[in-house]
Structures are given as C-alpha cells and as structure tokens.
C-alpha cells in the first residue's frame, strides 16, 4: 500500500524557526521546501507541487498575508499566529486559512497540517457537488 507523503512548503524570515518546523514535520513522513520571504515561495510554487502551506501571519513586507491572499484559494494554508495576530486573523477568514498558535507549533503542527490538507480536499469536493447538482 502506497504512504501519500505530503510536500508542505514552509515560509518563515527566521531560519531557526524554519529549521525546527522542518526538523517537526520531517519525523513525520513530511516532504518539506523552505522560502524565507514570498519572493522564494512564488519561485518554488511555480516550479514544484505543494499540497500545504506553512506560513507565519506576521513577517516583513507582510508577507504571510500576502501569501494568504494569492495562494489561499488553491492550496491549504496553516497560518502561524502569536497573540498580536488577532486583528489580522480577522481579514484573512475569507481564505479559508488553518491557524495554529506558534506557542502550540512543536506538539500540533504536523496534525495542523493533516487537518488543512484534508479541510481542503473536502471544500473543493463539496465545491464540485454543489456545481453538478
């Protein structure tokens, strides 16, 4: 029986953050790309295919809502919020975004993951339904 292995692209400016999300979804079965700022994530988003996004909200430039904004109509995004993000959550609800608290990121990442992938699938599923009927 063939294991799907998701390929999540993490998004993060702090490279040892990005290195202990690699590090936690690598242990579990994960295949993993890494960009520091949306100009390395759109590169490898038109050049590989991702099933999840991994992204902190709050970045420089905004990046993590503007990956939000142009990508969350077509991939699962995990969004990374601190306490400050509240005020930003709010805009992004239409995105269909997963938060995960970055204080939770250790333990709850990888089920985060799993939940926006299948989330996802299950919307654009619902999606195609609804348009047949």
């Not at 040892?16 to 390395?40: P, R, Y």
């Not at 905004?62 to 400050?84: F, T």
């Not at 993951?113 to 009927?133: C, G």
């Amino acid at each position: 029986m063939d294991v799907l292995r998701l390929n999540v692209l993490l998004v993060n400016e702090d490279p040892a953050l990005l290195e202990e999300m690699k590090s936690t979804l690598i242990d579990q079965g994960f295949t993993i790309k890494t960009a520091t700022n949306l100009h390395e994530a759109n590169h490898l988003l038109e050049s590989e295919t991702f099933q999840v996004l991994v992204s902190d909200i709050t970045m420089p430039e905004n990046d993590g809502i503007d990956l939000c904004k142009k990508y969350g109509q077509n991939y699962p995004i995990v969004m990374l919020q601190g306490k400050e993000d509240q005020i930003v959550l709010q805009s992004l609800g239409q995105y269909g975004c997963c938060f995960l608290e970055k204080s939770e990121m250790k333990t709850r990442l990888p089920k985060a993951v799993w939940t926006a992938f299948k989330r996802f699938r299950i919307d654009q599923q619902l999606e195609k339904d609804f348009v047949a009927a």
